[in-house]
């Protein structure tokens, strides 16, 4: 059987619509749909219509929102609503990224009003989780991953809880140029799977992993069959080497 692999790009704050537009050009010039491959894009809100509109003849490209508030409509202004996203294109929604718990300052509570929020859009939530520098020094990871996994997918039912993607992205690996090692990333996966289990998922969950993806480690990463995939910020905003990575092992 074709091992199922998703590879997601995070262009973070890059690429607005006329770099997105010339990106997704030449990538799907480039990437053939593959069987078992999933590859989501995460642009800007500004650029989410234009990849949804130049990849929509390709049912394995996903274009998804960086983030979503959860209520859907009213005056908030600045925000983004699950029904807009959704009407812009997006087929899910990044939740709880580091940058937005840590720069931003979003919540445990206030990913599960996310990821609640995207469900009932029918939208799929990609729910990031990660200790902190400090955490892993001192041998917390396991107890903040799971806080951020029973606090983002508190109240679930079972149905749904199988319908969350996860990415466990260290906070320290993240654009550091530092990756966790394939053991540790794929020990982590199966603390996350455990739980998922236990919250009632049902079929195997995707759980990728982020933190310095690049052409040069993914293959060694994935070769943990733990990984169901790759979250990618810094490498996968140029579209020839992103091509490059999405077609690693195929
Ligand atoms: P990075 O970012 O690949 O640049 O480390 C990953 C992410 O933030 O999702």
New binding site residues.
Partial sequence: MTRRLTF?A?W?MHHGPLAARAFIDRFLELVPPREGRELWVFPPAASLHVVADAARSRADVKPGAQNVYWEPKGAFTGELSVPIAREAGARGGLVG???RRHVFGETDEDTRRKVLALLDGGLTPLL?VGEKLAERDEGRTEDVVLRQLRAGLGGLDPERVSRVMI?Y?PVW????GR?ATPRDAAAVHAVIRAELGRLGATGRSTILY?????LGNALSLLAEEELDGV??????LEADAWAELVGIGA
Wanted: glycine content about 20%; some cysteine.
């Fill in positions: 997601a995070n973070k990224h580091s940058e990031c990415a992205e690996a993240i654009g550091t990756n982020g933190g310095s993806v690049n979250l990618v910020g810094g490498a996968s």
